[in-house]
């Protein structure tokens, strides 16, 4: 991401923050795993967001019209013997130079610097509640301030959530942030279309994950966006089952959700398909019925209507198969009425999409289902789970699970489908699978 976009929307945040205020957020921290090792690192999206910066122990300030310099950034100074162990960081002058800040100061120094920068403000915008070492410090330097008074000095006299704004952003993609996420969405496409080819019975769902997460790897992506699930036969119908430690068996279907992250953006792709490349009849009927959801959903994305019109289209769609099919029994609007899918059918159709997986965004405003816009990334997956042991449906349905997700831009006339490169129809599915098991034999 090149540092003029990260620029745009520092000004972006500071022409709403306002003169006579201040912004501050900070960075994600590190976590230990066991003795001397952390987990891997993985930046605050927020503060990555507005900042580019990928190191721990940092807090961002911005003040809209301070002469010396809006953009402040607190980090660790430059450390040789650290550089040698655990390679190059910026240091307080790679903060200016290589991250554009306009003027940076040792973490260390933070007590000593900031209350000052403090003085005079009208309202503070931070991350309430998320950063609790944050809010504590916050409240003593503004109880710092307030015992000046009598010099003439005032302390900011309210707090405001940074997230309001900052996530109105976030939820609008632009021009930069699409090809990071059209980058994630080609290369976990084609991680999917492997698995596909790879799957076979006789292995096990961890190793379908690494065919996956090998593909990721060789794309050059290192990071995946949340823990894959794959899950065989009855695992699919927990929703999110991440054991992946079962052995593939024919007969059965194979759920599987992954995507990978590029440059903290994140694709999510999930497909169902049969072990054994055929799909049984049983299987075959539940399968479509759960992909005409999906593409009546999908057809509902567009530029003023609420992602609440593609879930409802789902809903009926699922409704009136389940009823078709002998699972429930009944009206189908008196079905649907008291939500009697959600037996079956338990979740929403999908949710926003960006540097998180379940991305930031209001859902609503004002009580009312916002309505989609240019530039929103959305996930459309419907999908139908039968437990094992549900008693009161015919056995043939018992023990399937399957969901079928997409990564959906809305565009200004319509929508983009980001993730179309991974088959998903029954005769694309089978024909893949078999020509694979073919070339194997």
């Known amino acids: 991401m090149k540092q003029s976009e990260f620029k745009k929307r520092r000004k972006q945040l500071m022409q709403r923050i306002g003169k006579g205020n201040l912004a501050l957020i900070s960075s994600a921290t590190t976590h230990a795993r066991n003795r001397d090792v952390n987990y891997p690192f993985r930046q605050d999206s927020d503060f990555y967001y507005l900042t580019g910066f990928n190191e721990p122990d940092s807090l961002a300030v911005f003040i809209p019209g301070r002469e ?50 403090l003085e005079n403000k009208s309202k503070v915008f931070y991350p309430m509640g998320r950063d609790l070492d944050l809010d504590h410090k916050l409240l003593e330097w503004i109880n710092h301030i307030r015992r000046q008074s009598r010099t003439g000095i005032t302390a900011p006299g309210e707090l405001v959530s940074l997230e309001h704004i900052l996530h109105e952003m976030r939820l609008f993609k632009s021009a930069e942030e699409l090809k990071l996420m059209r980058r994630a969405a080609s290369v976990s496409a084609a991680a999917h279309v492997k698995a596909m080819q790879k799957c076979k019975a006789g292995m096990y769902e961890y190793q379908i994950e690494a065919e996956i997460i090998n593909h990721f790897l060789q794309d050059g992506l290192r990071a995946v966006a949340y823990p894959s699930i794959v899950a065989g036969g009855k695992n699919a119908c927990t929703l999110h089952y991440t054991d992946n430690a079962s052995k593939l068996k024919n007969g059965d279907l194979l759920l599987v959700d992954a995507g990978a992250e590029c440059d903290h953006y994140a694709a999510d792709i999930t497909r169902t398909y049969p072990v054994s490349g055929h799909f049984s009849e049983a299987q075959k009927q539940l399968y479509q019925l759960v992909l005409d959801a999906q593409l009546a959903s999908i057809d509902e994305i567009k530029p003023q209507q609420s992602m609440q019109l593609a879930h409802e289209a789902s809903v009926t769609v699922l409704t009136k198969g389940l009823v078709k099919l002998g699972l429930l029994k009944g009206r189908v609007a008196t079905l649907i009425k008291n939500e009697k899918y959600k037996q079956f059918y338990m979740h929403r159709i999908g ?91």
């Open 351 to 441: 949710h926003w999409l960006g540097m998180d997986v379940h991305d930031v965004g209001d859902y609503k405003i004002n009580q009312e289902w916002r309505l989609l816009e240019k530039g929103m990334v959305l996930t459309i997956e419907p999908g139908l789970y039968i437990p094992a042991d549900c008693k009161t449906v015919d056995e043939q349905w018992r023990g399937i699970g399957i969901r079928i997700e997409d990564d959906i831009l809305v565009t200004a006339d319509g929508h983009e489908v980001l993730t179309c490169d991974v088959p998903k129809s029954i005769a694309d599915i089978e024909q893949l699978m078999q020509a694979s098991h073919a070339a194997r034999i």
């Open 68 to 117: 010396q310099g809006e953009y402040i950034l607190f980090c660790r100074e430059f450390d040789e013997k650290k550089a040698l162990w655990e390679g190059a960081h910026a240091g307080l002058e790679g903060a200016t130079t290589h991250y554009a800040a306009d003027d940076s100061f040792p973490i260390d120094d933070l007590n000593d610097i900031l209350p000052g920068m």
